[in-house]
């Protein structure tokens, strides 16, 4: 997408600030009421309304929803004489989460129609990649910031003025968005195929909320457990710790003494945690050194390691020790609630669960078959050619649905990355392949013979190449080889080249040319470095070798016309030829039969 940069004003030219660069990995949020009657308190009171909404429909479809990294969240503000509803979430590796987002926002266009929305990440409107297929070719990259807005659950555009509409680039202020959906609303472009292209990956949803978690059984301490039965949520920022630690983090967990530890590993308990799809990957698929302070815990027999959530365990356990110990993220609100709860333990104020209180929380085991891919099964879906079960059913990791959605991701996105160029290009592009098409057709005969011209284009001239590099060099124009052949059959009339000669005679024939030229060379002095020598060779006569095979060389100095039968030091030292330089360069151009 085009850069905030663009519309960047210098000193003296209305400088409010260096642009900001959204991070990688998140989504951008604002809602605007839109409403030339309303007063900017009714605007405000209508986003608290909104806001308020939102609180509401979050407790209902998320209730036991966990995010990635950040929660979704409107808080309002105002901006350039706007006020507004603005939130922004970095939702880490899980684009369901970004998704989540875009149906939590569209319903709540739904209930309030006054309301418009742009959504958008790091890649600018990302919307567009799904509804790719479906939009105008005007409407690329370059010109599609500020243009996208969700109201009443569809999806419209504002469009280009027709007379800028072959303009290279043209971005739109959000100024000037603002007031043309207010000014000429009826202008917007909508389409019900962009809508169902964009929203293609809001049809699974609410059920995707309760599909994107897995519940797995592990093996903890019981203070970790007291935590996570606290806040399920907890989990995710020990998974992103784990995931993504460093030797300054390792350093909590290189301690011998266990009771060292704020998690040591003693007085386990076996409960079921909820994860992230994502996160409970991340953790699967990482392998770890066992901690020295936990080495002992697995050397004590096979008991230990019967449960299978028991490496999974100290894994996450691990996860939360980086946490917690870790000075940089004192300030983050999960850290601080935790560090809380911990306090009040050591007080006394709140007490472990026991055994019995544990039995009583769900013990719930996801099947974790999700996680088994078969890479030739995989290809298989990509290309639609999945073996059906018993039931006339997709089986593997996927269905009919999961085909069509790789498939549509995939073009999708090579659709809208490559079209980058405005209307004008594509139909000047058209008109280049319908000219190819009909030129490629007019060279093509009933008999084929199109096709057998086309190879000869392509093929490789060798005497072309090697005049083409001897005129770059400057050197003489060489004899082909086969004007050496027509010369020694009129000097030798019985003569001839034998067809298909290999390689090796012909190296033999080049190798003797090429020992021809540097004779004539050092009886020219040429390659003489002793001044005495040159004077002589200056005076001295060079005469033409008895074949007509010299030539052949572009080091040679001598001209098959008499006029030019004798060379001046001069001459030869113009050339200030390396003569393996052109060995190597007329073996490396030979003809080859």
Same mark, same amino acid.
């Given at each position: 997408?085009?850069?905030?940069?663009?519309?960047?004003?210098?000193?003296?030219?209305?400088?409010?600030?260096?642009?900001?660069?959204?991070?990688?990995?998140?989504?951008?949020?604002?809602?605007?009421?839109?409403?030339?009657?309303?007063?900017?308190?009714?605007?405000?009171?209508?986003?608290?309304?909104?806001?308020?909404?939102?609180?509401?429909?979050?407790?209902?479809?998320?209730?036991?929803?966990?995010?990635?990294?950040?929660?979704? &969240?409107?808080?309002?503000?105002?901006?350039?004489?706007?006020?507004?509803?603005? &939130?922004?979430?970095?939702?880490?590796?899980?684009?369901?989460?970004?998704?989540?987002?875009?149906?939590?926002?569209?319903?709540?266009?739904?209930?309030?129609?006054?309301?418009?929305?742009?959504?958008?990440?790091?890649?600018?409107?990302?919307?567009?990649?799904?509804?790719?297929?479906?939009?105008?070719?005007?409407?690329?990259?370059?010109?599609?910031?500020?243009?996208?807005?969700?109201?009443?659950?569809?999806?419209?555009?504002?469009?280009?003025?027709?007379?800028?509409?072959?303009?290279?680039?043209?971005?739109?202020?959000?100024?000037?968005?603002?007031?043309?959906?207010?000014?000429?609303?009826?202008?917007?472009?909508?389409?019900?195929?962009?809508?169902?292209?964009?929203?293609?990956?809001?049809?699974?949803?609410?059920?995707?909320?309760?599909? %994107?978690?897995?519940?797995?059984?592990?093996?903890?301490?019981?203070?970790?457990?007291?935590?996570?039965?606290? =806040?399920?949520?907890?989990?995710?920022?020990?998974?992103?710790?784990?995931?993504?630690?460093?030797?300054?983090?390792?350093?909590?967990?290189?301690?011998?003494?266990?009771?060292?530890?704020?998690?040591?590993?003693?007085?386990?308990?076996?409960?079921?945690?909820?994860?992230?799809?994502?996160?409970?990957?991340?953790?699967?698929?990482? =392998?770890?050194?066992?901690?020295?302070?936990? %080495?002992?815990?697995?050397?004590?027999?096979?008991?230990?390691?019967?449960?299978?959530? $028991?490496?999974?365990?100290?894994?996450?356990?691990?996860?939360?020790?980086?946490?917690? $110990?870790? %000075?940089?993220?004192?300030?983050?609100?999960?850290?601080?609630?935790?560090?809380?709860?911990?306090?009040?333990?050591?007080?006394?104020?709140?007490?472990?669960? %026991?055994? *019995?209180?544990?039995?009583?929380?769900?013990?719930?085991?996801?099947?974790?078959?999700?996680?088994?891919?078969?890479?030739?099964?995989?290809?298989?879906?990509?290309?639609?050619?999945?073996?059906?079960?018993?039931?006339?059913? &997709?089986?593997?990791?996927?269905?009919?649905?999961?085909?069509?959605?790789?498939?549509?991701? @995939?073009?999708?996105?090579?659709?809208?990355?490559?079209?980058?160029?405005?209307?004008?290009?594509? *139909?000047?592009?058209?008109?280049?392949?319908?000219?190819?098409?009909?030129?490629?057709?007019?060279?093509?005969?009933?008999?084929?013979?199109?096709?057998?011209?086309?190879?000869?284009?392509?093929?490789?001239?060798?005497?072309?190449?090697? $005049?083409?590099?001897?005129?770059?060099?400057?050197?003489?124009?060489?004899?082909?080889?086969?004007?050496?052949?027509?010369?020694?059959?009129?000097?030798?009339?019985?003569?001839?080249?034998?067809?298909?000669?290999?390689?090796?005679?012909?190296?033999?024939?080049?190798?003797?040319?090429?020992?021809?030229?540097?004779?004539?060379?050092?009886?020219?002095?040429?390659?003489?470095?002793?001044?005495?020598?040159?004077?002589?060779?200056?005076?001295?006569? @060079?005469?033409?070798?008895?074949?007509?095979?010299?030539?052949?060389?572009?080091?040679?100095?001598?001209?098959?016309?008499?006029?030019?039968?004798?060379?001046?030091?001069?001459?030869?030292?113009?050339? =200030?030829?390396?003569?393996?330089? @052109?060995?190597?360069?007329?073996? &490396?151009?030979?003809?080859?039969?």
């Amino acid at each position: 997408m085009s850069s905030k940069s663009d519309n960047f004003k210098w000193f003296g030219e209305g400088f409010d600030g260096f642009p900001k660069i959204l991070p990688d990995d998140c989504v951008q949020y604002a809602l605007y009421v839109i409403d030339a009657k309303l007063t900017d308190f009714d605007v405000r009171q209508q986003l608290r309304a909104i806001q308020t909404a939102a609180n509401a429909l979050c407790k209902k479809l998320l209730k036991d929803f966990i995010w990635q990294r950040e929660p979704f &969240g409107l808080e309002i503000v105002q901006q350039h004489g706007h006020s507004f509803l603005r &939130g922004q979430t970095n939702f880490g590796d899980s684009v369901e989460d970004e998704w989540l987002i875009v149906y939590l926002l569209r319903e709540l266009s739904h209930e309030f129609r006054q309301s418009w929305i742009r959504v958008y990440d790091s890649d600018g409107e990302f919307m567009l990649i799904e509804a790719a297929d479906a939009l105008p070719k005007w409407l690329n990259p370059d010109v599609a910031e500020n243009r996208v807005w969700i109201n009443d659950g569809k999806l419209r555009i504002i469009p280009m003025l027709p007379k800028l509409r072959n303009a290279r680039q043209e971005t739109l202020s959000l100024d000037t968005a603002l007031t043309f959906i207010q000014d000429r609303k009826d202008n917007l472009l909508h389409s019900p195929s962009i809508d169902s292209e964009a929203f293609y990956r809001l049809q699974k949803y609410p059920a995707q909320i309760r599909a %994107s978690l897995h519940h797995g059984m592990i093996t903890i301490p019981r203070k970790l457990a007291y935590l996570l039965h606290e =806040d399920a949520a907890y989990i995710s920022s020990a998974v992103e710790a784990f995931y993504l630690r460093d030797p300054i983090s390792l350093r909590a967990l290189q301690s011998h003494q266990p009771l060292t530890l704020l998690f040591a590993p003693k007085d386990f308990v076996t409960v079921s945690v909820k994860f992230t799809k994502v996160g409970y990957a991340q953790l699967k698929g990482q =392998d770890f050194q066992t901690p020295p302070a936990w %080495s002992a815990y697995f050397s004590r027999g096979p008991e230990t390691r019967v449960h299978p959530g $028991s490496e999974m365990g100290m894994k996450v356990t691990c996860g939360f020790e980086m946490l917690l $110990s870790d %000075s940089q993220n004192v300030d983050k609100k999960p850290v601080r609630e935790m560090k809380l709860l911990l306090e009040d333990l050591d007080a006394g104020e709140e007490q472990l669960p %026991s055994d *019995d209180s544990i039995l009583g929380w769900d013990r719930i085991q996801d099947d974790e078959s999700w996680l088994d891919i078969d890479f030739s099964e995989f290809d298989k879906e990509l290309s639609g050619k999945a073996r059906p079960d018993q039931f006339g059913q &997709g089986n593997g990791f996927g269905d009919k649905t999961a085909q069509e959605n790789l498939r549509k991701m @995939v073009a999708r996105f090579e659709k809208f990355v490559d079209d980058d160029g405005s209307a004008e290009d594509a *139909d000047s592009a058209d008109d280049s392949d319908d000219d190819d098409t009909s030129n490629a057709s007019d060279k093509t005969g009933s008999d084929g013979s199109g096709g057998r011209e086309a190879e000869k284009e392509v093929e490789f001239d060798e005497d072309r190449f090697a $005049s083409m590099m001897r005129d770059m060099m400057g050197l003489p124009p060489a004899v082909t080889r086969h004007d050496t052949q027509q010369r020694e059959s009129k000097a030798d009339p019985g003569f001839a080249v034998p067809a298909g000669n290999g390689s090796i005679d012909e190296e033999k024939e080049i190798g003797a040319v090429m020992n021809e030229i540097e004779d004539e060379l050092r009886e020219a002095g040429a390659l003489s470095l002793d001044p005495l020598l040159e004077e002589k060779v200056a005076t001295q006569e @060079v005469r033409s070798p008895p074949t007509a095979a010299a030539p052949a060389s572009s080091a040679t100095i001598v001209s098959d016309s008499p006029q030019s039968s004798e060379v001046s030091l001069d001459e030869a030292t113009e050339l =200030d030829i390396d003569l393996d330089r @052109v060995r190597e360069l007329l073996k &490396g151009v030979s003809v080859t039969p």
